[in-house]
């Protein structure tokens, strides 16, 4: 019997029930809570920490991909007044890349705390009903696999300490969020590959006497590396790395540290002060070989892990809470013809996705930790042509702000469907994303149209009424089906491809909090 089958002692014998447990109350994991309790199940949130406990804030940008998945959610512009927006970059010394070229309604970066992005997050999953319980420990995990795919069968039992003692949930699914050191990733027993690429850099939060005339200050040298970017309200994000420091993880860090390896790099600290928190911290590599096992998945840093260079970790966390919470949602409430196959599209999709974070992080932390006149010579001359040859900007900026990132065609499909669909424009004034705000698909089509019987979708027509084409959209934002024209039956079989008529979740659990 592996851990993830063993029960753990002393749960109580009439532990509580959910359609879903989500481990762990960072931004991927508040994201999928808030979406699953929005399509009306009953979903528990577990964390670790204490209410009041201070929630490290290490994440710091986030990307129009991410940007365009909380508009849908209706939290994009609120979390953007939170923050300062970076509409260019210069790495290196090169000539500035300029953002505007992405084809986005939000075409920056927006850098803000994490802990605000959390905070939106959470008041939107406690307002959709989600449970959320801190000071929760989990401390073991089993599931029943015997009956899989048989609908209504089968369960994952989660056992967590609490203050009061050991309790346990039943739940028809898990997710764990909870982090680089996953408690579910190490009970299903999976490994987690990989590598250690910087074994000591420091991260604070600090004020400057001397801003720095860009808004990022970024550039690496033999010995350092130093990066700093402002929040907006006076405290800047810093990041600093030196070759010739073996200082472990959980060592202490300092100001003094930290400016010194800053003027190596930057050739200033800009005069850092009142550091609110400093900490030092290693960057792995590694991602787990399967994001399911049986009733239970992984998201966010538990099944993939990389270095901070880009930005990418919060935001490829929270693109898997979009891609992954509708797909349970849809399969509790027997809405997909084969729920079973929607819910293995889900590693499908994003492992391949969290394999290409990996490589472009990587590249980005080797290239800043080049090492040698003539590499860094050849770095600094590649940033240089980067910014003189459109089509090679176009690319690096849609990897890094996730707006590139498309999933295979559906069987019996073709591109475009699994592209990202752009924020078209729809009649009545609405946008497409505006219109994913009802957490369903969304079927567009010329006037005319008959909606597909019985479809839990919302149905929607081209702004420009000379359109013909059609397409179906899914609630994460990817095409399922486009075609240029189609008749009343053919968007019936489009539509019944991925949607039947909406039940309540068959021998679900009650709803009890």
């Not at 000591?200 to 939060?205: F, K, R, T, Y």
């Not at 040859?389 to 065609?409: E, K």
């Amino acid at each position: 019997m592996t851990a993830a089958e063993a029960p753990a002692a002393g749960t109580p014998r009439d532990p509580e029930t959910a359609d879903v447990v989500v481990i762990g109350a960072g931004p991927t994991g508040l994201l999928l809570a808030g979406d699953l309790a929005a399509a009306g199940l009953h979903v528990i949130l577990l964390e670790r920490r204490a209410r009041t406990a201070a929630n490290l804030t290490r994440a710091f940008a986030v990307h129009a991909r991410t940007l365009e998945l909380l508009d849908a959610r209706g939290l994009a512009d609120e979390l953007v007044s939170t923050g300062r927006r970076i509409d260019r970059v210069r790495p290196f010394g090169g000539i500035a890349l300029s953002l505007q070229r992405l084809r986005s309604r939000y075409p920056f970066v927006l850098i803000t705390p994490q802990y605000e992005t959390e905070k939106l997050l959470e008041r939107r999953a406690l307002s959709t009903g989600a449970v959320i319980r801190y000071d929760r420990e989990v401390i073991g995990l089993h599931q029943d696999l015997r009956q899989r795919g048989e609908p209504g069968t089968g369960t994952v039992a989660v056992d967590f300490r609490a203050p009061d003692g050991i309790h346990r949930i039943h739940a028809r699914h898990a997710v764990g969020t909870d982090g680089v050191r996953s408690t579910v990733r190490q009970a299903l027993g999976l490994p987690f590959p990989g590598q250690a690429v910087i074994r000591s850099m420091i991260l604070a939060d600090v004020r400057l006497t001397h801003p720095p005339e860009d808004l990022l200050a970024v550039n690496g040298t033999a010995d350092a590396f130093a990066f700093l970017v402002p929040f907006g309200d006076g405290w800047y994000r810093a990041i600093a790395w030196h070759r010739d420091s073996h200082a472990a993880e959980g060592d202490p860090a300092d100001l003094e540290e930290l400016r010194a390896i800053a003027t190596t790099a930057l050739g200033t600290d800009h005069g850092m002060h009142d550091p609110r928190w400093i900490s030092r911290l290693r960057s792995d590599e590694r991602q787990v070989p399967s994001y399911r096992v049986g009733r239970v998945f992984l998201a966010g840093d538990a099944a993939h892990v990389h270095s901070p260079a880009g930005g990418l970790g919060m935001n490829t966390g929270l693109q898997d809470a979009a891609n992954l919470s509708w797909k349970l949602a849809a399969a509790l409430h027997g809405q997909s013809p084969d729920p079973e196959a929607l819910l293995d599209s889900y590693h499908r999709e994003r492992h391949p996705v969290g394999r290409l974070v990996l490589r472009t992080s990587g590249a980005l932390v080797r290239v800043v930790m080049a090492a040698g006149p003539l590499r860094r010579a050849a770095r600094n001359l590649g940033a240089s042509l980067l910014g003189r040859i459109g089509p090679a900007q176009d690319r690096a900026l849609a990897t890094v702000s996730g707006l590139g990132i498309s999933y295979p065609p559906p069987p019996g499909t073709r591109r475009p469907a699994g592209r990202r669909a752009p924020d078209i424009a729809l009649a009545g004034g609405q946008r497409l994303y505006e219109a994913l705000r009802a957490g369903g698909f969304v079927l567009i089509t010329p006037p005319g149209a008959a909606t597909p019987p019985a479809a839990p979708l919302t149905h929607a027509h081209w702004r420009d009424g000379t359109r013909t084409a059609c397409a179906l959209v899914r609630p994460d934002g990817y095409l399922a089906w486009s075609a240029p024209t189609a008749t009343d039956a053919e968007l019936t079989a489009a539509v019944g491809a991925w949607l039947l008529p909406r039940r309540p979740p068959p021998g679900g659990p009650a709803q009890n909090a």
